[in-house]
């Protein structure tokens, strides 16, 4: 089906590549063609992107550095010098979200792109999208190469349940934090990270998570030295270490669940203890003393107690 030529008033979420500028799709190049403001996260970075495929981001002369901190009667679309691209990202999300908003009020359409993939997946927009859907704008994805999901299809690690995490916190106290609250999460978890901060979230994750942990790196998807490595946490390390190369790029961590199964197992295996506890002490006493013993988490134990107690 072709896009009108008279395209109606609209928020367009539009993906675009993470490598390969041939993953870019048809659809997308005719929207970003058609719409009358592209919003980005870095000007100079989507400005490329659009000029390879021949998208015109302007009708005339403009000042880049207004983009749209003050927009009025002279910068709106109708006119000559109209600058097509504005940029749009964390520092000034509050400040351009009720304009383009007005714009699309107005008659306009809008697409908004990040700087590379799906935009909203650790990238800005989620204000925009919920203040087009409180002033009833519609919004409608145009979908198409996402790191996160490129990364789970080729991780070899169970895809029917997984959580998107995103980046972990800078600060070692924080991650190491994150991570705990995560350690006994069954699903597969989906991290990115910084080339410079890859090597120690890499060792805390192997410390919290156990070096065992099945684990597939992947970096610089769909680009030339794109690295698909699985592995598990412990050798991961030692593989990252030992080259300065993986620690450079886009980088997506995809981390097997624990096994419900083998904690499980391990629990029960700590039944007579927890019964003899259980004959002298609260079951929130028992968990924690057992806990302190065995070194299996306190909540797990506390719940084998609870089905103890009704067995």
């Not at 390969?20 to 719409?35: E, F, G, S, W």
């Not at 409180?134 to 690690?157: C, E, M, N, R, Y």
């Amino acid at each position: 089906m072709s896009i009108p030529t008279a395209m109606p008033a609209c928020l367009y979420i539009v993906a675009t590549p993470i490598g390969n500028l041939t993953d870019m799709t048809p659809h997308a190049i005719d929207i970003l063609k058609q719409v009358a403001i592209i919003a980005c996260e870095d000007t100079r970075t989507s400005g490329k992107l659009l000029s390879h495929f021949g998208i015109d981001t302007k009708g005339g002369k403009t000042d880049d550095t207004k983009d749209l901190l003050s927009h009025d009667a002279d910068t709106t679309p109708k006119q000559k010098g109209h600058n097509k691209l504005w940029a749009y990202h964390e520092h000034n999300s509050a400040v351009q979200t009720p304009k383009i908003i007005e714009m699309i009020g107005q008659g306009y359409s809008v697409a908004l792109i990040s700087d590379a993939g799906t935009p909203l997946v650790s990238d800005p927009g989620y204000q925009l999208v919920q203040a087009a859907h409180a002033a009833g704008v519609t919004v409608s994805p145009i979908v198409g190469a996402s790191a996160a999901i490129a990364a789970l299809s080729v991780a070899g690690l169970p895809s029917d349940r997984f959580s998107f995490i995103g980046f972990l916190p800078a600060k070692a106290h924080g991650r190491q934090k994150q991570l705990a609250t995560l350690d006994t999460r069954t699903e597969t978890l989906i991290f990115y990270e910084a080339p410079h901060r890859i090597v120690a979230s890499l060792e805390d994750m192997a410390t919290i998570f156990g070096a065992e942990r099945e684990v597939t790196f992947c970096r610089e998807l769909t680009k030339t030295f794109e690295t698909v490595h699985k592995s598990t946490l412990g050798n991961l390390v030692d593989f990252v270490k030992a080259d300065d190369n993986q620690q450079r790029g886009e980088i997506v961590v995809v981390v097997a669940g624990v096994s419900a199964a083998k904690d499980a197992d391990d629990i029960s295996a700590h039944d007579a203890l927890l019964q003899r506890l259980l004959e002298d002490l609260s079951v929130k006493k028992a968990a924690a003393l057992a806990a302190d013993i065995t070194g299996v988490k306190k909540n797990a134990l506390y719940q084998r107690l609870l089905a103890l107690q009704t067995e």
